[in-house]
């Protein structure tokens, strides 16, 4: 079974988050590719006002789909008014956390690219049982090419 995304908007008509239905991306590689679809929805003019950090939720929206199976939903910015506290995703850990960069604070990692987003997303693990902690980066301009992509396992958060 696939995995369909579907981006919603809060009130104020920014980006407030996605809707998975179908199944949850399982591997580094499923969640990197979610994340080339959020920062393409990044970088559209207007949509995304700051950087903002949004979470992996088992919450279902009202009146769900039958297929939805969670959401990724704003946490807030990552500085000032409304931006996540200290240890707020220790616990419970949410199986995803994603960083999204609108152009206006990203710098792109080609001279050629212009209105690029960029994004992260982590994978948080449990590295005492052996389960590392992984990672994806993505860079794309607002027509939807992707200029950059990277995943991988074995992030060492200390570095």
Do not use: Y
């Amino acid at each position: 079974m696939g995995i369909e995304v579907s981006a919603f908007a809060g009130k104020d008509r920014s980006l407030a988050g996605f809707i998975l239905s179908g199944r949850w991306p399982d591997t580094t590689r499923e969640w990197t590719q979610f994340l080339a679809i959020a920062v393409r929805f990044a970088a559209m003019p207007g949509l995304l006002p700051t950087t903002t950090v949004f979470r992996a939720v088992e919450d279902l929206p009202e009146e769900p789909e039958p297929d939805v199976v969670g959401l990724v939903t704003a946490a807030g910015p990552v500085l000032g008014d409304g931006a996540p506290r200290p240890g707020q995703f220790a616990d419970p850990q949410p199986a995803a956390l994603i960083v999204l960069h609108p152009p206006t604070e990203t710098r792109p990692s080609t001279p050629e690219a212009e209105g690029v987003a960029s994004g992260c997303v982590l994978l948080p693990g449990i590295p005492h049982l052996g389960l590392d902690h992984r990672a994806g980066w993505v860079e794309a301009e607002a027509d939807g090419t992707v200029t950059r992509l990277l995943s991988r396992v074995s992030v060492n958060l200390g570095e």
